[in-house]
T-cell receptor, first 114, second 110 residues
Framework: DTAVSQTPKYLVTQMGNDKSIKCEQNLGHDTMYWYKQDSKKFLKIMFSYNNKELIINETVPNRFSPKSPDKAHLNLHINSLELGDSAVYFC?????????????FGPGTRLTVL | GQNIDQPTEMTATEGAIVQINCTYQTSGFNGLFWYQQHAGEAPTFLSYNVLDGLEEKGRFSSFLSRSKGYSYLLLKELQMKDSASYLCAPPLGGSYIPTFGRGTSLIVHP
């Protein structure tokens, strides 16, 4: 009964390739997110979707394209991978209740671009 | 931006008390989160302060002063398993979505 799951856990690929990371949550939350954590451990929000609609898009290259087929899934597709894309990518979900927006994180996907 | 300032690293002894301070600047303030992240794992929620004052939850307490842009996380009776990064996270301006700095790496030694 995993709450937020991501696949794959590890991804090693060559520069220039296109790859996707999948995320699913079974918490019934309306909002899902993608975060990137670089080698300096800085955890930065990339995207946020609420009920399949994009609500936050921080300064992210357009090589990154999120896709939400339904509110339980938010996938991340990355085109033309670059060395600087190497990082851990975390998916998260939350249910805003007007007071707080506690995030539940997936286990992360460690992407290494060679 | 959020301009979050926390110490990069702290060390403490098992059984002791440690206080991790955080100062921040944000607009449209809606509370402040603390998350814990063990090495190689995902962040997990610790606390959320929406009002000024101290919130206690077992061995962990979190304090907030909105006027001073200041918060701290207090960990009592430290255990080895408390070795982790602690992330102070004020919400993204005008929202309830936490935004994170680099966190404080806490090392607990025997």
């Amino acid at each position: 009964d995993t709450a937020v799951s991501q696949t794959p856990k590890y991804l090693v690929t060559q520069m220039g390739n296109d790859k996707s990371i999948k995320c699913e949550q079974n918490l019934g939350h309306d909002t899902m997110y993608w975060y990137k954590q670089d080698s300096k451990k800085f955890l930065k929000i990339m995207f946020s979707y609420n009920n399949k609609e994009l609500i936050i898009n921080e300064t992210v290259p357009n090589r990154f394209s999120p896709k939400s087929p339904d509110k339980a899934h938010l996938n991340l597709h990355i085109n033309s991978l670059e060395l600087g894309d190497s990082a851990v990518y975390f998916c998260a979900s939350s249910q805003a209740n007007g007071v707080t927006d506690t995030q539940y994180f997936g286990p992360g996907t460690r992407l290494t671009v060679l | 931006g959020q301009n979050i300032d926390q110490p990069t690293e702290m060390t403490a002894t098992e059984g002791a008390i440690v206080q991790i301070n955080c100062t921040y600047q944000t607009s449209g303030f809606n509370g402040l989160f603390w998350y814990q992240q063990h090495a190689g794992e995902a962040p997990t929620f610790l606390s959320y302060n929406v009002l000024d004052g101290l919130e206690e939850k077992g061995r962990f307490s979190s304090f907030l002063s909105r006027s001073k842009g200041y918060s701290y996380l207090l960990l009592k009776e430290l255990q080895m398993k408390d070795s982790a990064s602690y992330l102070c996270a004020p919400p993204l301006g005008g929202s309830y979505i936490p935004t994170f700095g680099r966190g404080t790496s806490l090392i607990v030694h025997p």
